[in-house]
């Protein structure tokens, strides 16, 4: 029997291979994109995992009220969390501010240096390798000593090639000044699924002297008031989060007691998505896109069943004789439902086997688009694996049971007769499936116009500055503090009798990146109650800064040479609009010439026209800036011609000036358009989606035409001889298809709005959802329909009507 169904299922896989191949290379697609978008949400949702006391490791945050929830915190707090409760096991802080240039001796040339940038460090308490499970390879896991730290396996091969790197030392040139480090220890490399990500760790207590000796008390380890660090505790297995974040009140009112703060613990695996939707804990990523990436994976293989339900049940035509004949003879209906669930089956199996290959071909560029390294692999390290496979499964049976259980249900006359297939109840079936298959399609679409928009509107606004052409220099680390400072004067000369160089300048942070600090306690000099819990952001320019960058003064005057030299003991200040406004200044011209107290008083100077110095998605921050010649970064304007050229003469005089220290430039408008990396990337994503969802829709809508063409084969035939054109014929077999696409625009395009108008509050600057967004997208799913049923109405509108006529 079951040798017989097989040699059944394959003749009819044959005869029909127009058919077969249609629904084979629907799932298939459906299969192939589900796994792959299915192995980006197993990677989101496996970050942080993989910490073997991760369920115990907690984040402290700091809740003001009726204010931000803050993931930095005093860096005292964590000593004293871990001497007043017991069931803090252990604390931990991160800090991020010892970054600069690390020099280590050449291993070739004795009396040289090797210097290198390095970013991505942290500095961390000495337990920080027995709390989290970063294998250490060699050496000792702990970080106690001052002075010590800690190479991934990468950087010490970078750093001392094959010699053995433990007892080595490095000199970090920072904020903090020249500083020497022991190598004690080489960890593994970090793996892509943490979001605490390093290759250098730093003991934090050595963090604390070089304060001390740099007059930086802000990084002070003691410190209860800012927040340079984050800091993490590790409880004991019986402890209870929830109930040490209430006892904790009384703590923080007793050291912050003008603070009005409560506590919170954010469990280590929900730093990087969150617990749910509703959690308004600061995140690495986006539970709602995961979450929104996964509802379209499954969208996309619910349409490629649907597809196969559509064909199934429109094939019955030519499946009905067969079906009666069997009940006639004697076939029960469970032998005819394993007929056809065996042939669904068959037809699943041949399209997994197809996506396997399209999803092999496929992975490179999937990875590329979404910036991670996956694989199949991927979703077997999550519990994700479990829900893809029951999907998978679940779904086959189900699509391939509809056509199954309905067909071998039939009454027999019925069956012969074809009367299912002429029934208004089968062709609303298929109409409905139909309208839900491109409702998903057009949903997709108007997600994707939108998103491309909004993304558009970020890189096009005007940002009231002028970003073009401008190079930024990072500045000098490496060497004593009286040669950088004279080798900035002597640069800063050199630059300006440049031919190619139009405009310069020095300033403590650029565009596109982070300001210098932010802090409260500003206040006007006759301050109300609650002035001095309001932030603002601080930044560092010279005199050039406002002309290189184009930004405007809406009052006032600009810093001047004697102000950029003295510095902030020069005490003035330049506030931006926002900042002044939010001192309480009614005007601009208001605030120039009064002063503000932040420890000391300060005169304001000018008002800067607000600018965005920060990506769209936030708000411009309320800015002070302080007068400086600061050598962190230069900016420069260059002319559009032969820019290797310059390039190499700045690097030229940049070596012979600063020498140890790496030429390292970047431009602005590229490093400014990074910060919307995440969008662009998002807008792949729902573009490749969209176009997966429209071509497996309409291979299933291409399929149903030549069913429905073929079934009207003598109706063709009487048509045409009754005098009907060519084109009243195609318009007569296309108009069917053409409304139901329109009725799924209609039912698409609230859903669309509603869910994108959401999306849209996560933007400080957004575009608004015009009706022309719905009527494009309309446009395209009809236009894509009509091409796909245009070829079977044309074929049949031109076929010999003496052939329709002798059809059946």
Not at 531 to 552: H, P, Q, S, V, W
């Amino acid at each position: 029997m079951l040798q017989n169904y097989i040699k059944i299922a394959l003749r009819n896989l044959w005869k029909n291979k127009t058919f077969s191949g249609i629904n084979i290379a629907g799932l298939a697609l459906g299969i192939t994109a589900f796994v792959l978008i299915l192995e980006y949400v197993s990677f989101e949702k496996n970050v942080n995992r993989f910490h073997a006391k991760g369920d115990q490791i907690y984040r402290v945050l700091l809740q003001h009220k009726n204010g931000p929830t803050d993931d930095f915190v005093p860096s005292a707090l964590a000593g004293a969390l871990k001497q007043q409760f017991p069931e803090v096991e252990a604390t931990c802080r991160l800090a991020y501010v010892q970054k600069g240039i690390v020099t280590v001796p050449d291993t070739m040339k004795s009396a040289s240096l090797r210097s290198f940038r390095e970013d991505n460090a942290i500095s961390a308490d000495g337990d920080f390798f027995h709390m989290f499970s970063f294998p250490v390879i060699a050496g000792s896991s702990s970080l106690h000593q001052p002075n010590t730290v800690a190479l991934s396996a990468t950087k010490a091969r970078t750093y001392f090639g094959s010699q053995n790197p433990l007892g080595k030392v490095i000199t970090l040139n920072s904020q903090f000044g020249k500083t020497p480090y022991t190598v004690v220890a080489v960890f593994a490399d970090v793996p892509e699924n943490s979001d605490i990500r390093f290759d250098i760790v730093y003991a934090l207590s050595s963090l604390d002297n070089a304060a001390k000796s740099s007059n930086n008390d802000w990084a002070r380890l003691d410190n209860w008031f800012g927040a340079f660090s984050q800091t993490l505790v590790l409880l004991n297995p019986q402890a209870n989060a929830a109930a040490l974040e209430q006892k904790s009140a009384g703590l923080l009112k007793q050291h912050r007691p003008d603070e009005q703060e409560t506590m919170l613990l954010q469990p280590l695996p929900y730093l990087h998505l969150g617990e749910s939707l509703s959690d308004q804990r600061p995140t690495a990523g986006k539970l709602s896109f995961v979450y929104t990436l996964g509802a379209i994976a499954f969208l996309i293989l619910v349409i490629a069943w649907l597809n196969y339900i559509n064909l199934s049940t429109a094939g019955s035509l030519k499946r009905a004789k067969e079906v009666g004949v069997r009940k006639v003879v004697g076939a029960n209906r469970g032998q005819i439902i394993g007929q056809f669930l065996g042939e669904s089956l068959l037809l699943n199996v041949l399209g997994l086997s197809l996506a396997l290959v399209l999803i092999s071909g496929l992975q490179q560029p999937f990875n590329d688009l979404v910036g991670r390294s996956l694989s199949l692999t991927t979703i077997g390290q999550s519990p994700m694996w479990l829900a893809g496979v029951g999907a998978l499964l679940i779904g086959a049976l189900l699509s391939g049971s509809y056509a199954a259980f309905v067909l071998s249900g039939f009454p027999v006359v019925s069956i012969v007769k074809n009367a299912f297939v002429r029934s208004g109840q089968g062709i609303r079936t298929r109409q409905l499936l139909v309208v839900f298959q491109f409702s998903i399609s057009i949903l997709l679409i108007i997600a994707t116009v939108v998103l491309y928009r909004q993304l558009s509107f970020m890189q096009n606004q005007t940002l009231g500055m002028n970003l073009e052409q401008l190079l930024v220099i990072k500045g000098p680390e490496v060497g004593s503090d009286s040669a950088k400072n004279v080798g900035k004067a002597a640069f800063r000369h050199q630059i300006a009798q440049l031919p190619f160089v139009s405009d310069y300048c020095n300033s403590g942070s650029v565009p596109g990146g982070w300001y210098n600090f932010n802090s409260d306690g500003v206040t006007r000099l006759n301050a109300s109650p609650g002035d001095d819990k309001k932030n603002y952001a601080f930044t560092y320019i010279d005199d050039r800064f406002l002309k290189t960058y184009g930004i405007a003064l809406a009052a006032g005057q600009n810093f001047t040479p004697d102000m950029c030299d003295k510095g902030m003991q020069a005490h003035r200040v330049i506030l931006n609009e926002k900042a002044a406004k939010k001192l309480g200044f009614s005007t601009a011209q208001d605030a120039v010439g009064q002063k503000i107290k932040f420890g000391e008083e300060y005169e304001v100077v000018g008002i800067v026209k607000d600018y965005h110095h920060q990506s769209l998605q936030q708000a411009i921050e309320p800015l002070i800036i302080f007068p400086s010649y600061p050598s962190t970064n230069y900016t420069i304007r260059l002319a559009t011609q032969d820019m290797t050229r310059q390039l190499a003469t700045l690097e030229q005089q940049y070596k012979q000036l600063f020498p140890g220290n790496p030429f390292e430039f970047f431009f602005v408008d590229e490093h400014y358009q990074k910060q919307y990396q995440s969008e662009q990337q998002q807008g792949r994503i729902f573009t490749a989606a969209s176009a997966m969802a429209i071509l497996i829709a309409c291979l299933g809508l291409f399929g149903l035409a030549a069913y429905t063409a073929e079934q009207r084969t003598k109706e063709i035939g009487v048509r045409k001889v009754l005098g009907a054109s060519a084109t009243s014929i195609v318009v007569l077999l296309s108009r069917d298809f053409i409304k139901l696409v329109v009725i799924a625009l209609v039912l698409a395009s609230p859903l669309a709005w509603w869910g994108m108008n959401q999306w849209l509050q996560d933007f400080a600057y957004h575009i608004t959802i015009d009706g022309w967004v719905f009527f494009w997208a309309g446009a395209v799913a009809i236009g894509i329909a009509l091409l796909t049923v245009l070829y079977q109405s044309l074929k049949a509108a031109y076929s010999n009507p003496v052939k329709s006529l002798r059809a059946e």
